[in-house]
Nanobody, 129 residues
Framework: QVQLVESGGGLVQAGGSLRLSCASSGGTLQFLRMSWFRQAPGKEREFVSGINQRGHTILYADSVKGRFTISRDSTKATVFLDMNRLKPEDTAVYYC??????????????????????WGQGTRVTVSS
């Protein structure tokens, strides 16, 4: 059974950096799209960033643009999220999502949760002020 497993979360001071990783296991499914979402306490889950298999489509939410960088190692079906200049409002549980469909390379499509078949369990990021 294919699974996505996130790692790299933790506690960091404002202005600091973290790197999140998401690896797939349990199968040879090709994830043509992989994305990060996050859910802050008391808020709905929101899209953070997404990338297609070859990295030709890379999308970011406005709130993280210029501070976060998404990348992936397609040979290992792993996606990374480098988070810099972290702010207290970045505090959330970060989820990795993946799907084997190409879909449409738009922010609207990538940010639609129902377009992803596979989800990780999440990794918690806490940014202290």
């Amino acid at each position: 059974q294919v699974q996505l497993v996130e790692s790299g979360g933790g506690l960091v001071q404002a202005g600091g950096s973290l790197r999140l990783s998401c690896a797939s296991s349990g199968g040879t499914l090709q994830f043509l799209r992989m994305s990060w979402f996050r859910q802050a306490p008391g808020k709905e889950r929101e899209f953070v960033s997404g990338i297609n298999q070859r990295g030709h489509t890379i999308l970011y939410a406005d709130s993280v643009k210029g501070r976060f960088t998404i990348s992936r190692d397609s040979t290992k079906a792993t996606v990374f999220l480098d988070m810099n200049r972290l702010k207290p409002e970045d505090t959330a549980v970060y989820y990795c999502a993946g799907d084997s469909s190409v879909g449409v390379g738009t922010l609207l499509y990538y940010s639609t949760e129902t377009s992803y078949e596979y989800w990780g369990q999440g990794t918690r990021v806490t940014v202290s002020s």
